[in-house]
Structures are given as C-alpha cells and as structure tokens.
T-cell receptor, first 116, second 112 residues
Framework: EAGVVQSPRYKIIEKKQPVAFWCNPI?????LYWYLQNLGQGPELLIR????????DSQLPKDRFSAERLKGVDSTLKIQPAELGDSAVYLC??????????????FGEGSRLTVL | GEDVEQSLFLSVREGDSSVINCTYT??????LYWYKQEPGAGLQLLTY?????DMKQDQRLTVLLNKKDKHLSLRIADTQTGDSAIYFC????????????FGAGTRLAVHP
C-alpha cells in the first residue's frame, strides 16, 4: 500500500514568488496534517483537517499561507508571497483520526523549500 | 503551551544501549510518543506510552515515564548502525484531540 505522497520533493524559488505543495494521504485516512520543520527542529503543526474541514489552523500564518483539502482527500498548501524565512521542509501526515485512541501519524517524505 | 526539551546529540558504540531523554511541561499529556526520522525521510512512529503507565517494553525498545518529574526516556538495547537517526519525543496535549508537540529531536550516531 502506498504511503503519504508529497510533491515536489524539492523547490527553489526567489522571494516574493508563490509556491504550492501537494499531498496525497493514505487511502481511508480522514485526518490530514501539514507540518513545518525548520533545520534542526521538530515538526510544528500548521493545519489539521478532519475530512475537508480545517479543525485547527491556529498556527497557520494566514496572511501568506493558505491550504485546502477539496473532497476530503488530497490537499495543497500554498505560500504567496514566499519570504526568505519560509525556507524549510513542509511535511504532510495522515491518520485514521479515531478520537480518544493513540493515533499513529504517517508522514510523507516532505517538500524542501529554498527561498533565495 | 507545551514545551518539550531533548538533548541534541548522542553517540554510542554498536552493541551498547542508548538512552534518549525528554522533558515536557504539560502534565495533562495523555499519550507520549517517540518518532524516528532517517535522513531524507518522513517521521515514523516507534512506540508510545499511555500516561497511566510507568514503563512499556517493545522488543529492543523500553520507554520509561516519570509523570511527577515530567520525564520520558527511550532506551534502545543492543544499538545497531541502522538505529542511527533523529529521535523525536512528542507528548500529546489534550484539548479536543491529541495534538502532538514535538521536541527538537536527538540525533543518535552509532559507531563501530
């Protein structure tokens, strides 16, 4: 069975340009997460979806970041315009999302963004 | 909010035991997880412990939890070169759903 698929793996852009990342979660996983991982740091949650609803986007910088999960499956994360400080790895994860139970998150390999 | 601290680096000899330590601040954490990240790969769940347990053993892995001191540790017995990776401590804070707060990770280097 395929795991969480992300694209592109690497992206280099100039500052002020837009960029988009795509994620295809594991089939049947209702919950989808986007995390930001800076160099030498742990992942930080940007947004969490339950099906197509964004249930936690409190840490998403909404002035330049946006995300969508149409039809509750694939998701895209967009940055417009990108800033130098956005250089990081953007991780997508999915889970079954069963409340009150230990929850295993399955992570994709990430999309590494470099902003010049 | 939750603060999670880990030592950044650990070097061990192949065959020895590794102990990775983590401290956290939110005493309401229900589940506490350990994830592993190999170079260029996403994170992978290693094991977890429920907050009402003191210890959990899973093959070469032993998790110890001291709730009073808010201290979590991961022991890897008979450490192998394939265990070289970054290990993240991630307590789940309560509040609607189990939200994971990741530490900065401990880079484990295993040498012959």
């Amino acid at each position: 069975e395929a795991g969480v698929v992300q694209s592109p793996r690497y992206k280099i852009i100039e500052k002020k340009q837009p960029v988009a990342f795509w994620c295809n979660p594991i089939s049947g996983h209702n919950t989808l997460y986007w995390y930001l991982q800076n160099l030498g740091q742990g992942p930080e949650l940007l947004i969490r979806y339950e099906n197509e609803e964004a249930v936690d986007d409190s840490q998403l910088p909404k002035d330049r970041f946006s995300a969508e999960r149409l039809k509750g499956v694939d998701s895209t994360l967009k940055i417009q315009p990108a800033e130098l400080g956005d250089s990081a790895v953007y991780l997508c994860a999915s889970s079954l999302g069963v409340a009150g139970r230990p929850e295993e998150l399955f992570f994709g390999e990430g999309s590494r963004l470099t902003v010049l | 909010g939750e603060d999670v601290e880990q030592s950044l680096f650990l070097s061990v000899r192949e065959g020895d035991s590794s102990v990775i330590n983590c401290t956290y601040t939110d005493s309401s954490s229900t589940y506490l997880y350990w994830y592993k990240q190999e170079p260029g790969a996403g994170l992978q769940l290693l094991t977890y412990i429920f907050s009402n347990m003191d210890m959990k053993q899973d093959q070469r892995l032993t998790v110890l939890l001291n709730k009073k001191d808010k201290h979590l540790s991961l022991r890897i017995a008979d450490t192998q070169t394939g265990d070289s990776a970054i290990y993240f401590c991630a307590p789940a804070v309560s509040g609607g759903y189990n939200k994971l707060i990741f530490g900065a990770g401990t880079r484990l280097a295993v040498h012959p």
